[in-house]
């Protein structure tokens, strides 16, 4: 007993602090847990961190997308640019091969006519509104 004459707690009480865990102080345990606390916050924000900079960054998620759409874009142009000049090298080598081509060109983009024939022209619609 005490000089107050309340009961002396034994060394196990003392060692075992308020928590009833013998070896752990209650302001280790708050200590701990703080540290605990404080590491899944540091965690998390560095998951959440990586995630922005993979999603906005240079390299990220959203420019990867934006490049491939402009990929895809550019290849059906060079597709389409591709079928043309197709085309182009075709009437070249018609304009440069056969006479007969040649002369519907002329005729039909110049309006050249042979001596002798006789050109009508005729409207596209006739004006039904008209006495």
């Not at 965690?43 to 240079?58: E, F, H, R």
């Not at 597709?79 to 000049?85: P, T």
């Amino acid at each position: 007993m005490s000089e107050t004459g309340a009961p002396r707690p034994s060394a196990q009480a003392d060692e075992a602090g308020e928590t009833g865990q013998p070896g752990v102080r209650l302001p280790e345990l708050f200590s701990r847990g703080l540290f605990i606390r404080l590491a899944l916050t540091a965690l998390v924000l560095v998951i959440l961190g990586g995630l922005t900079y993979l999603t906005v960054s240079a390299d990220g998620f959203i420019r990867r997308a934006e490049l491939a759409r402009e990929k895809d874009r550019l290849e059906a142009d060079n597709a389409a640019l591709r079928d043309e000049n197709l085309l182009l090298r075709r009437k070249i080598e018609h304009l440069l091969n056969d006479p007969g081509y040649v002369e519907d060109e002329a005729r039909r983009k110049l309006g050249l006519i042979r001596p002798g024939e006789t050109v009508y022209r005729l409207s596209e619609e006739p004006d039904l509104t008209s006495d």
